[in-house]
């Protein structure tokens, strides 16, 4: 029976081909795509503002509304906020990923590997609310701070506008910590496998022409790993750009997206408000994914 | 004494040992200023590691390395007037053709105007004008070749070192880039220091090789002194064919019993009952293995003397049926003294 099976699909590919396509296409062409349609057909329906009903009928007011002055406030300080999240991983995770795959030695290598994946193991959620305490008056941060007399330094960062608030536990500059905390791991990895890829000959190569270090690098295994950043990049910026708890649990109460999109689709029963604002995100993401490609990220892939 | 050509790299005792391993083990060696020299070895011999040990790559763990008079087994690579071309090519995958050439100019701060006059005059010598504006992920294994050599020449060094360069290309390629290198080093005049493991490669382009046997020199000389006097059983068998004859019946051959190397075309084949004459050894033995190989047909004869002898004739006139023939027959073997060579056992 099982020989049978296996020379008729050897002898048939296209049949074989059709049995293992067919899960990943019903998934991502069904399930995925067409809530993302359903998403985007609703976005073009209203609420109605007397009775409280979505009303199905073509429509752009729930675009329109996107851009009330508070809403592209939203807009502007999420984006800001995933961008500088988005450097801030770039430049702790290019060290450390080219550590791992330059420098490291076989035995070193695992362990770096493990502590990089090893907080994905642990929900979300929990760190989070841990960094909530670290961050708190009463927490780690502070302390640290205060042993070393340097108490005033944080209250003075503290009292900086836009960044500051009543403690890191609650202030823009906790939440972008906590962010960077979070997403590092999605940018160290494709960092390093973009660095791994890059062949030492050429390293080597540019040494024998001439170049010192510094210049092998920045001419060499920078641009070649430049795609791994963009990949990283993406990661970390879209991931931002969508999440909900972390500004939830370490913000004030100016709203990010995500915030903007879980209140208007549960307390207010916006969904049409809620899916066009979803639509947000999704413009960025391919604003960005296209200036990338002006810049030829993807050229080296 | 002669006026020697000055040196242009002197190993001097170099040693490189990988923990246990002893990658390279006590080398002296002379390379001479524009010679083309070649280290020839199977893998593992060494040789790639001396290379690497003149660009500056690796370090001897003992020993020193004189490029042009100056000790230079401490200089990082950069600081070498030596360039290479890499096995694998290392060409740079996001710089076009023209901008790989350019790029030591580039780091050297050569001004632009200077840089694209030298990179054409340079696509030039390796035969690949206007091909500048592609990428190397557009060209053929052949012209990637190319442009590693010219990325490396542009800079002129005044030595190459090149890495089996042609380990990649076909027969054909590599026959004829065979001696467009060396064209092109007599053209430039500059030491070119070739690795390779292909003996035949080695013998028809260098001025002089060395053949390496478990980081050590074998033998140092001229292809035809390396291939006609094999110094050592390692030399004989891995640069061509040979035999190799020791004990009784090199005794009962030659009256004594050191082992000698005699190749398999320099033996003439006559029937059984001729007989002989002169300055030559003879023995007498089975056909027992006939190939006909086109240019010439291999036999194996196994001597009344217990042992076998490989033997190669040209095929001036004779035909496949006509060699075939020869099978099974009683031969004689001749073989002049000359031919002969004694060697150490390594």
């Known amino acids: 029976m099982l020989q049978r099976t296996s020379n008729f699909l050897y002898l048939r590919p296209k049949i074989l081909l059709a049995v293992l396509l067919a899960p990943p296409v019903f998934w991502l062409g069904v399930v995925y795509f067409g809530a993302l349609l359903v998403l985007l057909v609703n976005s073009f329906f209203y609420l109605d503002d007397f009775s409280g009903v979505i009303v199905r009928e073509f429509s752009l007011r729930s675009y329109a509304e996107l851009f009330t002055p508070a809403n592209i406030d939203i807009f502007r300080r999420t984006a800001s906020m995933a961008a500088a999240v988005t450097v801030a991983s770039a430049v702790l995770a290019f060290p450390l990923a080219y550590t791992m795959a330059r420098k490291a030695d076989r035995r070193i290598k695992p362990l770096i590997y493990l502590s990089v994946m090893l907080p994905l193991w642990s929900s979300y959620l929990v760190r989070v609310y841990a960094w909530k305490l670290i961050l708190a008056k009463e927490g780690v941060v502070s302390w640290v701070f205060e042993a070393g007399n340097l108490g005033w330094l944080l209250d003075r960062i503290l009292a900086l506008p836009v960044i500051g608030g009543p403690s890191l536990s609650i202030s823009t500059l906790g939440m972008f910590i906590v962010f960077v905390y979070v997403w590092l791991p999605y940018m160290v990895l494709p960092i390093q496998a973009a660095l791994e890829r890059v062949p030492g000959s050429l390293l080597e190569a540019s040494g024998d022409l001439g170049a010192r270090p510094v210049e092998t690098f920045r001419r060499i295994t920078l641009p070649l ?70 810049l030829g990220a993807f050229e080296a892939l | ?256 019993a050191e082992t000698f190397s005699i190749r398999p075309e320099k033996i003439r084949i006559v029937p059984a009952e001729t007989p002989v004459e002169g300055d030559v050894f003879t023995a007498t033995g089975t056909a027992i293995e006939v190939v006909y190989l086109g240019m ?51």
């Open chain 2, 296 to 346: 010439y047909t291999r036999y194996v004869i196994a001597l009344d003397q217990g042992v076998e002898l490989t033997v190669a004739i040209q095929n001036l006139e004779a035909t496949s049926s006509d060699v075939g023939a020869v099978k099974g027959r009683r031969v004689r073997l001749v073989w002049e003294h000359a031919h002969v060579h004694r060697i150490r056992r390594s």
């Open chain 1, 225 to 294: 790993a430049f795609p791994g950043v963009v990949a990283g990049s993406i990661f970390t910026f879209s991931l931002t750009l969508g999440d909900f708890i972390v500004p939830t649990v370490l913000g004030n109460s100016s709203f990010f997206i995500g915030q903007a999109v879980y209140s208007h689709q549960g307390t207010s029963g916006n969904i049409p408000l809620a899916a066009a604002m979803t639509t947000v995100p999704m413009a960025i993401m391919v604003v960005y994914l296209l200036v990338a490609r002006k």
């Open chain 2, 1 to 256: 004494m002669d006026p020697l050509p000055q040196p242009s790299i002197r190993f001097v005792e170099v040693s490189r040992h990988f923990g246990e391993v002893r990658a390279v083990d006590g080398i002296s060696l002379d390379i001479l200023d524009g010679e083309f020299f070649t280290l020839l070895g199977p893998s593992g011999s060494g040789k790639t590691t001396c290379l690497r040990m003149v660009a500056g790559f690796d370090r001897p763990t003992a020993g020193r390395i004189v490029l042009h008079g100056a000790d230079v087994s401490n200089l990082p690579p950069y600081e070498r007037d030596v360039n290479t071309v890499f096995q694998d090519y290392a060409l740079f995958p996001h710089m076009s053709v023209a901008e790989n050439i350019a790029y030591g100019l580039r780091i050297k701060k050569v001004p632009a105007s200077e840089r694209q006059q030298r990179v054409s005059e340079t696509l030039e010598l390796v035969r690949l004008p206007g091909l500048g504006d592609r990428k190397p992920s557009q060209l053929s294994g052949g012209q990637r070749q190319r442009v590693a050599l010219a990325r490396a020449l542009i800079n002129r060094p005044r030595v190459l070192l090149l890495d089996e360069p042609l380990g990649a290309l076909d027969l054909k390629l590599r026959q004829a880039m065979q001696i467009e290198l060396k064209n092109i080093q007599r053209q430039v005049g500059i030491t070119f220091v070739y690795v390779t493991h292909d003996q035949e490669e080695a013998l028809s382009m260098s001025d002089r090789l060395a053949v390496f046997n478990h980081g050590k020199v074998e033998q140092v000389g001229a292809p035809a002194e390396i291939y006609e006097a094999p110094a050592t059983a390692f030399v004989a068998g891995f640069v061509g064919v040979s035999n190799l004859i020791d004990g009784p019946a090199a005794q009962e051959i030659t009256g004594s």
